[in-house]
DNA sequence: GTGGGTGCAAAGTGTTTGCAAGTGT
DNA sequence: ACACTTGCAAACACTTTGCACCCAC
């Protein structure tokens, strides 16, 4: 489905390294295709590994030192769900607005967007007298219904 | 004004305590009668600061081993803002669904409670086939207008 | 008395960084 | 060539844990 988007925001990331006069370098592409080849949420080690199978060279340094420049592109979502992690979302770029329900007992997360939800922050943000920058609801629930059509997945991953 | 929840609040946590037949130590006790005595939001190390003054041989170790006790109870509540620590919420039992809004500026965080973004968060998660265990609505933003009054310290802690 | 609790310091975990060598432009 | 990048390993910040001693019950 996403295949063009995917295509594009690769594009755009190296046009955002070009106009910050930052490198193209064979690691940095290698962590950008795969970055933008799958819808995947991932942790910055299994970008890592992932990336190391494109080019064997890229170190866990270079990832680290690769996605603040992702985020800041704002093609790439860092995402706290109070793991020692973080995760990050490749999606973003396509629906900035989204949140995000996890389930506890299997870890699957889902995406949703609603913008009556994005209405609401907006209007009390306002009465309290911020201007929103970004926003992020996350609820934890557990996928009863999903496991009773055998969707859900205990093992985790 | 919450003087006698805070005090309900440290005594429903002994009663805890007993029932899963824990003991009530004097480093405990320091530690519990601090977080119970604010309405501030704290870190880790904070805590172990402030129940220092009261018993001047608590340790960061009994701090963080202390603090699991004290999410599991109910009574405080830990979160997640995207930095490096957990800040821990002691004013959770009174309002279990509250949310929060940050100032990137100046740290502040500001609480508040809304039943139709309660209402709109149930009604999202079952039509996701989910039921709701937690919530927690993050919203980043700046206080433009508070800085206009003077309430924004940009110094930060 | 005994089983849980404590402090200490060492170990863990995810992430960042100093440095010397390498490389895109 | 020059400045930006890289890999490596050491450093970091926060949190957890092994161990011998201690103490609430």
Redesign the interface.
């Known amino acids: 489905m996403a295949d063009l988007e995917r295509s594009a925001a690769k594009e755009k990331f190296l046009n955002f390294l070009e106009q910050k006069n930052l490198r193209i370098t064979n690691q940095r592409r290698a962590i950008v295709e795969t970055v933008f080849s799958t819808d995947q949420h991932f942790t910055a080690e299994q970008l890592l590994e992932w990336s190391r199978k494109r080019d064997s060279s890229v170190s866990r340094a270079t990832v680290y030192r690769t996605l603040p420049l992702l985020t800041e592109s704002g093609l790439v979502h860092?995402m706290?769900?109070?793991k020692d992690y973080k995760i990050y979302d490749p999606n973003y770029a396509d629906h900035p607005n989204h949140n995000h329900?996890i389930?506890?007992d299997c870890d699957k997360i889902?995406e949703?967007e609603?913008e009556?939800?994005e209405t609401?922050?907006n209007e009390?943000?306002q009465n309290?007298?911020?201007?929103?920058?970004?926003?992020?609801?996350?609820?934890?629930?557990?996928?009863?219904?999903?496991k009773k059509l055998g969707a859900c997945n205990k093992k985790g991953h």
């Open positions: 860092e706290d769900f109070g329900i389930c506890d889902v949703f609603s009556r939800l609401l922050e009390i943000s309290l007298g911020f201007t929103v920058k970004s926003q992020q609801l996350r609820i934890n629930a557990s996928c009863e219904d999903m």
